[in-house]
Nanobody
Framework: VQLVESGGGLVQPGGSLRLSCEASGFIFSSRPMSWYRQAPGKERELVASIASGGDTTNYADSIKGRFTISRDNAKNTVYLQMNSLKYEDTAVYYC?????????WGQGTQVTVSS
């Protein structure tokens, strides 16, 4: 199983970024996917999750209405569209899949919100 995140960077408050996570090594369309983030000095937290078919999504209260999770099963990719970014969104963002009872994580992509 391999997960490769991309799309992070430096953005001003109020700006937008789109993160991507390309997956391989498993049947992508059969597994729910999640995005997590970890800010400096804080625990990793769940940001959003999406069902295998993309029909059900869940979001943390802190990002509800600003972030959108989606997936393209033909491209084995899950996305996180982040709008109206705030300073407190600064973190390393990771995608995660659970397969056969084991969690797999990508290497993470840094998102920095700063003026």
């Amino acid at each position: 199983v391999q997960l490769v995140e991309s799309g992070g960077g430096l953005v001003q408050p109020g700006g937008s970024l789109r993160l991507s996570c390309e997956a391989s090594g498993f049947i992508f369309s059969s597994r729910p996917m999640s995005w997590y983030r970890q800010a400096p000095g804080k625990e990793r937290e769940l940001v959003a999750s999406i069902a295998s078919g993309g029909d059900t999504t869940n979001y943390a209260d802190s990002i509800k209405g600003r972030f959108t999770i989606s997936r393209d099963n033909a491209k084995n990719t899950v996305y996180l569209q982040m709008n109206s970014l705030k300073y407190e969104d600064t973190a390393v963002y990771y995608c995660k899949v659970v397969r056969l009872g084991r969690a797999y994580w990508g290497q993470g992509t840094q998102v920095t919100v700063s003026s």
